[in-house]
T-cell receptor, first 111, second 114 residues
Framework: GEDVEQSLFLSVREGDSSVINCTYT??????LYWYKQEPGAGLQLLTY?????DMKQDQRLTVLLNKKDKHLSLRIADTQTGDSAIYFC???????????FGKGTRLSVIA | GAGVSQSPRYKVTKRGQDVALRCDPI?????LYWYRQALGQGPEFLTY????????KSGLPNDRFSAERPEGSISTLTIQRTEQRDSAMYRC????????????FGDGTRLSIL
């Protein structure tokens, strides 16, 4: 079945880069997503990448996709305290199918 | 409104009561999804709709759970005879419904069963 795995915790110093990793098992995945969850808030879509791409950059965010290894990463440059949150990786298969989420990575930014 | 709206934000009820959770999607969004998120976990799929048609309800845990979207806009997730294990955050998302357009989430309903 489909499975998405993430490490649970990451701690970085303010100003450093953060790299959050994700692996998935479904080879038919077409889109891969990163969502951010802050306390008491909903899930905010950060960015997404189509499976025929290997990189996408959006301001401080860089997404890398290794489709052969089914590995996805999110790099946050110049990490700020406001980036402290839980980051979820999610994947979908062709069509408007439901997302399959990982358990989330809690990013703590130390000032 | 501009985003997905869910109500109520918080619901506390006694075991055995029925609850109805409401989701108002982004205007014009065809697809609507319900997820449930336990503490320390990612959201897990419950059911979804394209327009008013329920496309997949395989994620509903049992027959106490049901959902409808009668006019293809607002959706209601109903849980009958609630149990403590139903306590969770219930999240709704909507999307344009074409070419894997991303899903946008509401703030969720926190359900607590006493």
């Amino acid at each position: 079945g489909e499975d998405v795995e993430q490490s649970l915790f990451l701690s970085v110093r303010e100003g450093d880069s953060s790299v959050i990793n994700c692996t998935y098992t479904d080879s038919s995945s077409t889109y891969l997503y990163w969502y951010k969850q802050e306390p008491g808030a909903g899930l905010q879509l950060l960015t997404y990448i189509f499976s025929n791409m290997d990189m996408k950059q959006d301001q401080r965010l860089t997404v890398l996709l290794n489709k052969k290894d089914k590995h996805l990463s999110l790099r946050i440059a110049d990490t700020q305290t406001g980036d402290s949150a839980i980051y979820f990786c999610a994947e979908s298969t062709p069509g408007n199918t439901p997302l399959v989420f990982g358990k989330g990575t809690r990013l703590s930014v130390i000032a | 409104g501009a985003g997905v709206s869910q109500s109520p934000r918080y619901k506390v009820t006694k075991r055995g009561q029925d609850v109805a959770l409401r989701c108002d999607p982004i205007s014009g969004h065809v697809s609507l999804y319900w997820y449930r998120q336990a503490l320390g976990q990612g959201p897990e799929f419950l059911t979804y709709f394209n327009y008013e048609a329920q496309q997949d309800k395989s994620g509903l845990p049992n027959d106490r759970f049901s959902a409808e979207r009668p006019e293809g806009s607002i959706s209601t997730l109903t849980i009958q005879r609630t149990e403590q294990r139903d306590s969770a955050m219930y999240r709704c998302a909507s999307s344009k419904g074409t070419n894997n357009q991303p899903q946008h989430f509401g703030d969720g309903t926190r359900l607590s069963i006493l």
